[in-house]
């Protein structure tokens, strides 16, 4: 005796679009997976490289002394920096820049449009780079404002003030971050971290 397994219409295109929804999201981040600049590899590469471990320890240092965040803290974010300047070729000093500027280095911190985060995220604009992340953790939301970054440069041929307008939405944002990183360069610098260990 053969059993058989009747489904109703209306179940079958349940089925049927969770079984599209499966395949498109697996092809999402198939597709993202892909369009990151470098490996894993290669920012664990660099996490290791005594210039940035200097440049990291400098930019803690600053966070802690300037800003007042906590040790830990501090080191978390030098880290995270570290990594995603690495993996998209960003500056590290403009990672900071946006960061100070967007949050003062509050990891919570809400904004306008849901903002959330370091770099002040906004989920309804960024969903497929958003989805399963934790915009409050930061590492993740360093990686994340990184990546829309990169991207918005990308977009823009490689013109920085038109990658920051976008991301911050106007001329003015650009400039005072461009301003800001300046703050930000003695401690954030590799090459002067490697000329300070001579």
Do not use: C, W
Not at 39 to 44: I, L, P
Not at 98 to 111: Q, Y
Not at 147 to 166: E, F, H, R, T, V
Request: aromatic share 6%; net charge positive; glycine share 6%.
């Amino acid at each position: 005796m053969r059993f058989r397994f009747d489904l109703s219409r209306p179940m079958r295109r349940i089925l049927v679009f969770f079984a599209a929804l499966a395949f498109s999201l697996s092809s999402a981040h198939t597709a993202l997976a892909q369009e990151a600049p470098t490996s894993a590899a290669a920012s664990d590469a660099a996490a290791q490289d005594p210039k940035a471990q200097e440049a990291g320890h400098k930019i803690s240092n600053m966070l802690t002394r300037k800003f007042g965040v906590a040790r830990e803290k501090a080191q978390t974010i030098a880290s995270a920096v570290m990594a995603s300047a690495a993996k998209y070729s960003l500056p590290p000093a403009l990672l900071l820049a946006i960061i100070s500027i967007e949050s003062r280095f509050k990891e919570t911190a809400k904004g306008p449009n849901n903002a959330t985060g370091l770099m002040q995220v906004v989920p309804s604009a960024h969903k497929k780079l958003v989805r399963n992340v934790d915009l409050t953790d930061p590492e993740d939301n360093i990686e994340t404002g990184s990546a829309i970054l990169y991207g918005y440069m990308k977009s823009a041929q490689g013109d920085m003030d038109a990658a920051l307008k976008n991301y911050g939405g106007s001329r003015a944002y650009a400039e005072k971050v461009s301003l800001r990183a300046k703050t930000f360069e003695p401690a954030a610098s590799v090459d002067a971290a490697s000329a300070a260990g001579q």
